[in-house]
């Protein structure tokens, strides 16, 4: 029998290859738009593809001035400049491709939307 302890650990591993599998996988190798999202770069370099990114809800970005900033796991996050994919938003939605510094999300790229 499985303790507590080592459910969850499997668990949490389980998620980790999930997660880290969740990457483009040859469904969309059809749409339209995946060599446009394959080219997109920030200062920060390449921002993948659209299935390494996230949609984010209007209510969970906004903009002040020309900076923008955006909630990740429950946490407000300044976008960086060099963040801003500048390029014409074709997929309409916002996107953030993300990764952790010490645990605190951060943004690699970001690529905002209308706001409708």
């Known amino acids: 029998m499985f303790s507590a302890k080592a459910g969850a ?4 591993l389980a998620m980790l290859v999930t997660r880290a599998l969740a990457g ?6 059809n749409s339209p738009l995946k060599p446009w999202f394959e080219s997109l770069q920030s200062q920060f370099g390449k921002c993948c593809t659209d299935f390494d990114g996230y949609i984010v809800s209007d209510v969970d970005w906004e903009s002040n001035r020309g900076r ?6 429950n946490e407000w ?3 960086p400049d060099g963040a801003v994919v500048t390029q014409p938003n074709r997929f309409g939605r916002t996107m953030v491709w993300r990764h952790y510094i010490d ?3 951060r943004v690699r ?4 939307g209308s706001m409708t």
């Open 24 to 29: 483009d996988d040859g469904r969309h190798d």
């Open 9 to 12: 650990l499997l668990l949490g």
């Open 77 to 79: 996050v300044d976008v």
């Open 103 to 105: 645990g605190h999300p």
């Open 109 to 112: 790229c970001f690529m905002p």
């Open 68 to 73: 923008y900033r955006v909630r990740i796991d």
